[in-house]
């Protein structure tokens, strides 16, 4: 595992990848720390990390595209699979390095609150555990955006679903809503889950039929439930929906809450992309 992380380090090193992602970083966190914390005299440094989620939208994807999909459009990826390491270090030791790059700049981050406590007396258990939060959300991202690169060979595709991934965590507290009762509306998003989660098996396996198979035993499954009792999906869209939310487990932090479950759901979250990328990977590497 060490050479594969030695190897990515190196490779984010000499071209312009690593650079830019940390040069992104600390402006944007910059320039929240310069507008919130000293133009307007906030002593929280929480706030500041806040407003600074456009980070994930550029940075994820600029780090996490190219992890599998280029090595796999350019045939490079059949070099690493007969190397003589197993599938674990490969993904492990490439994951390692994307969340070593993204760590250095938040390592800068931190210095921030101590210029607060120069100029007055901040927060700091707030400020950590919510830079902690911060990077344990990046790293959770960054997970996902790796399996997203395992999926495809084309770099543009694995960047666009890092930042509809992005997207999506960040702004689906706000359909709640939508689904907080049963009805038509509540089938329609059982359905089309159903139909996703085939698209996924079959990206995953290329086993046609299987798709198929899941897909249409999940939209019966849905139909026969919605027939019998349609109270049934009362509830159930907004407990789907949770396990995607990012922003909730996340403005805790932000409003002087500190919470051991949204560490674990992040690193959670993290694992999960990781075995999935495992999944994608052995499935290439048997091919």
Not at 13 to 28: C, I, N, R, S, Y
Not at 105 to 126: E, N, S
């Amino acid at each position: 595992m060490t050479a594969i992380l030695r190897r990515e380090l190196r490779s984010y090193a000499v071209t312009l990848t690593g650079p830019m992602a940390a040069a992104v970083m600390l402006f944007v966190a910059g320039l929240m720390f310069r507008y919130i914390n000293l133009h307007n005299g906030y002593a929280t440094f929480a706030y500041a990390i806040s407003n600074s989620g456009i980070i994930f939208y550029i940075v994820v994807p600029m780090l996490s595209m190219r992890v599998f999909a280029e090595e796999r459009r350019q045939r490079t990826d059949q070099l690493l699979f007969t190397a003589p390491v197993t599938l674990l270090d490969i993904v492990l030791g490439k994951y390692l390095a994307l969340a070593a790059v993204f760590a250095a700049p938040v390592m800068v981050m931190a210095l921030y609150p101590l210029i607060i406590a120069h100029f007055g007396q901040g927060p700091f258990l707030i400020d950590y555990a919510s830079l902690l939060a911060f990077f344990l959300e990046g790293c959770a991202y960054l997970a996902v955006g790796m399996l997203l690169s395992s999926m495809t060979e084309n770099v543009i595709i694995a960047a666009i679903g890092s930042i509809l991934f992005v997207f999506a965590t960040q702004m689906i507290h706000n359909v709640y809503s939508l689904f907080d009762g049963g009805g038509m509306a509540s089938l329609v998003f059982f359905v089309i889950l159903s139909i996703l989660m085939g698209i996924l098996v079959y990206v995953m396996t290329r086993f046609y039929y299987v798709s198929i198979l899941v897909t249409a035993a999940g939209a019966i499954a849905c139909f026969a439930l919605f027939m019998v009792n349609d109270s049934w999906f009362v509830g159930r869209i907004r407990l789907i929906l949770g396990a995607l939310d990012f922003y909730s487990h996340t403005i805790d932090f932000y409003q002087g809450s500190v919470s051991l479950e949204n560490y674990v759901y992040f690193i959670s979250v993290a694992v999960c992309g990781l075995a999935l990328t495992m999944l994608s990977v052995r499935k290439r590497r048997l091919v």
